[in-house]
């Protein structure tokens, strides 16, 4: 086998990386059925360099220098579930951005805005960021709610769940926490209002945002255990493209069940192509894809 550890050049005296060889067919197909069996995602061929940098780094930050080696560590090794959420956490695409989607939590809005006043002032509206990455979208949710509930002068009656399988990601979601950059495409007014500067040119949520998000770790694949039930908004945005057809189908079913009666399901334009999920009405809408959960009487 090729040496590929860091090594010393010792030619011109200057340290130098050498690089891992190529993944070879079988290697590649064995990381992409991993995978694809543990996250969903489908890793194209096109996708083969993302794979070999993202396993290098990890590969040489460990001393680990053979797909192979790591691999086995990943699947049965002493310490493979601490080690594969490290692993998942850099093989996961994670951007994003707050007021992301303009048109969709426009729609979102205007759900609420003509919901029964009656409901919304006794019933907690329940909001659900599936994929929530760093946490930027659920609190955009949670400002957009609020904003209608101040605007129908009711209380902030609403509290907002993201979920991811990314562990670190979480973690940053949790510390309500962002790069004052984040901000720089944000309504000035939206800004004042739910940001704070904190240190080192960093924002924070303002409190009553954050206390009203919530945020936990749960793989999408592993949705039939997650104890969401009778969710009023369903956001689920740029994760379900990384999956196959068949498998998106199976998702939104599911997230289907999790919603409440006349709930709002919202995904990424073109995200679910040449089909209609059951028991969901699609939301007339050029720009955004989104459907309503029939009451059991209109079935
Ligand atoms: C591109 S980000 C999208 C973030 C946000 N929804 C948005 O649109 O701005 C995709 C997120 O999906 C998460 N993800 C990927 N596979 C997942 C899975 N099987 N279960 C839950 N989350 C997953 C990733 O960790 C990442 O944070």
């Not at 996708?47 to 086995?72: D, P, V």
């Not at 979601?173 to 790069?179: C, D, H, I, T, V």
């Amino acid at each position: 086998m090729a040496e590929t550890r860091d090594d010393l050049s010792t030619a011109d005296g200057i340290w130098s990386l050498r690089r891992l060889p190529e993944m070879d067919e079988a290697q590649f197909s064995q990381w992409q059925t991993l995978l694809e069996h543990r996250t969903g995602m489908a890793l194209t061929e096109s996708r083969k360099s993302f794979l070999e940098t993202n396993l290098g780094i990890r590969m040489r930050e460990i001393g680990c220098n053979s797909y192979q080696a790591y691999y086995e560590q990943i699947v049965s090794g002493p310490d493979a579930i601490v080690e594969w959420a490290t692993l998942v956490d850099r093989l996961t695409v994670q951007e994003t951005r707050f007021f992301r989607d303009e048109d969709a939590f426009r729609l979102v809005s205007d759900y609420v805005m003509t919901r029964p006043r009656e409901t919304l002032r006794k019933r907690p509206l329940e909001a659900w960021s599936v994929g929530c990455s760093t946490g930027e979208e659920a609190y955009t949710l949670a400002m957009i709610l609020n904003q209608c509930m101040e605007a129908l002068a009711l209380k902030p009656l609403f509290g907002v769940t993201g979920s991811d399988i990314s562990k670190p990601a979480i973690t940053k979601a949790r510390s309500g926490l962002f790069s004052a950059r984040k901000l720089t495409s944000i309504d000035k007014t939206m800004k004042n209002r739910y940001f704070r500067p904190a240190q080192r040119n960093t924002v924070e949520i303002v409190a009553s945002i954050r206390d009203r998000v919530c945020f936990t770790h749960l793989n999408v694949l592993d949705l039939k255990h997650a104890p969401m039930h009778g969710v009023n908004i369903i956001f689920c945005q740029n994760l379900l493209i990384y999956f196959r057809r068949w498998r998106r189908r199976e998702i939104v079913k599911r997230l289907a069940e999790r919603l409440a009666p006349g709930g709002l399901l919202v995904l990424g334009q073109g995200e679910l192509t040449d089909w209609h999920p059951p028991g969901l009405q699609r939301v007339p809408s050029e720009h955004v894809l989104a459907w309503i959960k029939r009451q059991p009487d209109e079935e």
